[in-house]
């Protein structure tokens, strides 16, 4: 059985005394709470050392949206994958659709940066997912496959029990319009199929491939009730403890 993760990407919103009052009131609601899947917060680089220290000890782990795949050095608004380890981050978010669309990042980048963050001991949470233009062109398998070959390139098989997938149809970001339960399922099957035939039957099977995409308290249940969805990145309804414990309480 795979345990589910449910992630909490809040992109470029909250300064940090709005961190601090989201993370102590997601901590509250969830202290008493038997959880059947883990919870991590992916707050802004700025609120990361903070959120670190509320966070401890507690159920919620921490991430971090985005790094770069060098050590140090001039690179001006980077932030490396030691950065975020000194600041207590466990999980990093790469290849999220809007670097790829906004920040033209191509598939060879979040293939360096995947592989800096395992060998800095960092679990990438590794995005991949096809626009409209694409879904209605009839390509969507096409587009996963060669973000997920692409992606994992020189990834060894140890190393994939570190990495989650997130299956975010782009579509579906921020748009209210969610992929059904049975849409997701496909891709989510098409994904573990993929790590099958590029690893093995068993790193497949552990794999968690998280749905992300408008997940919402009122359709998370049946999202997380498919077979190989695994878990949520959830975007807009993690931006507020009600609707994320919520969303947390349905895994
Ligand atoms: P929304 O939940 O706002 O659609 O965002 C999803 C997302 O991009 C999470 O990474």
Redesign the pocket.
């Known amino acids: 059985m795979r345990r589910k993760v449910i992630a909490g990407?809040w992109k470029m919103n909250n300064n940090l005394s709005e961190s601090q009052n989201l993370i102590t009131k997601l901590i509250s609601g969830l202290s008493n709470e038997k959880l059947n899947s883990d919870v991590v917060i992916c707050p802004p680089f700025t609120s990361l050392s903070e959120a670190s220290s509320l966070a401890k000890n507690t159920v919620i782990k921490l991430g971090a949206q985005n790094m770069y795949f060098e050590e140090n050095g001039a690179f001006t608004g980077e932030i490396s994958a030691e950065m975020l380890k000194s600041v207590g981050c466990e999980y990093v978010?790469l290849g999220?659709s809007e670097r790829r669309i906004i920040f033209g990042e191509l598939d060879q980048l979040i293939n360096k940066k995947i592989k800096k963050a395992l060998q800095s001991g960092l679990k990438p949470i590794f995005?991949v997912g096809e626009t409209l233009e694409e879904r209605e062109s009839g390509v969507t398998e096409e587009v996963i496959k060669r973000q997920v070959t692409e992606g994992l390139k020189e990834i060894s098989a140890n190393e994939m029990d570190r990495i989650i997938v997130a299956y975010?149809p782009v579509w579906?970001?921020?748009t209210g319009k969610t992929a059904t339960p049975q849409q997701a399922e496909e891709v989510h099957a098409f994904i573990r199929n993929l790590v099958l035939n590029l690893y093995s039957s068993s790193v497949a099977e552990k794999l968690v491939i998280q749905y992300?995409?408008?997940?919402k308290p009122d359709n998370a249940a049946e999202l997380l009730s498919q077979n190989d969805i695994d878990g949520a990145?959830?975007?807009?309804?993690c931006l507020k403890a009600d609707s994320f414990i919520s969303i947390i309480k349905s895994a």
């Open positions: 990407n978010i999220h995005c975010e579906a970001i921020g992300g995409g408008s997940v990145l959830v975007g807009g309804a």
